[in-house]
């Protein structure tokens, strides 16, 4: 079976839905409307950061943000503007120069091509330059709270270490689609805000805060190192 489809994992279903019930009941309970980080006021503001983001933390993103959007406050004023001015404002950014050209590229197609509106979907998200799946995921599930899990590099660490997915989903989009499975559509907007946020401070990539973290009791990870590390020592 391809990886791309969800996976029949060797663990016995029951447990499956076990580790995602805990996981969703602690998140719906103590973090029930989770939120981005990144800063926006509207659908277009929110585009340009996530664009912005890639291989980027947010934190630095918020710090170039408001002087970018004081210039162009709008679609139209980006498509009126070209890459070599938007890279004055953005050259602390990672890749500056591919994304200025995209966040330009964006904006004429927003203005030209969607009457200067957001759209809602991913498929027409990602017609846009610089508008990758995950980019359009986030804005589906951020602004039109759809049903779409976007997969970062927390997400896909998070997911995998819980055991929410198996090992055998090694991509991006084998990740997402084994979350969306097994998520309630109700919650999948708010489940990708609970795993990048877990991930961020808790799960982090390296030396996890295992023994602070919640939900190290129904975790895969915590159960097969963490543990039996403990027990050696």
Request: charged share 20%.
């Amino acid at each position: 079976m391809s990886d791309l489809h969800p996976s029949q994992d060797h663990e016995p279903i029951m447990q499956k839905k076990e580790r995602y019930k805990h996981f969703l009941d602690y998140f719906t309970q103590n973090f029930p409307e989770p939120e981005t980080e990144l800063h926006y006021g509207n659908p277009y503001e929110l585009l340009v950061a996530v664009i912005l983001s890639a291989q980027c933390t947010d934190k630095r993103v918020n710090m170039v943000t408001p002087q970018l959007f004081e210039r162009f406050p709008d679609p139209e004023s980006l498509a009126a503007s070209n890459a070599e001015e938007v890279f004055t404002y953005i050259r602390s950014i990672s890749y500056p120069n591919n994304k200025a050209k995209h966040l330009v590229g964006m904006a004429r197609m927003l203005v030209e091509q969607f009457n200067s509106e957001v759209p809602s979907t991913v498929e027409e998200l990602q017609k846009m330059p610089g508008v990758g799946r995950k980019t359009a995921n986030v804005i589906a599930s951020v602004v039109f709270s759809m049903p779409a899990m976007a997969v970062d590099t927390h997400v896909f660490r998070v997911s995998r270490r819980l055991g929410l997915v198996p090992v055998t989903a090694k991509t991006p989009l084998a990740v997402e689609r084994e979350l969306v499975a097994h998520i309630p559509k109700s919650l999948i907007h708010k489940a990708h805000h609970w795993l990048i946020l877990h991930g961020r401070y808790v799960c982090t990539a390296r030396n996890p805060q295992c023994f602070q973290c919640p939900l190290s009791p129904f975790c895969k990870y915590f159960e097969k190192n963490v543990k039996i590390d403990v027990f050696h020592s």
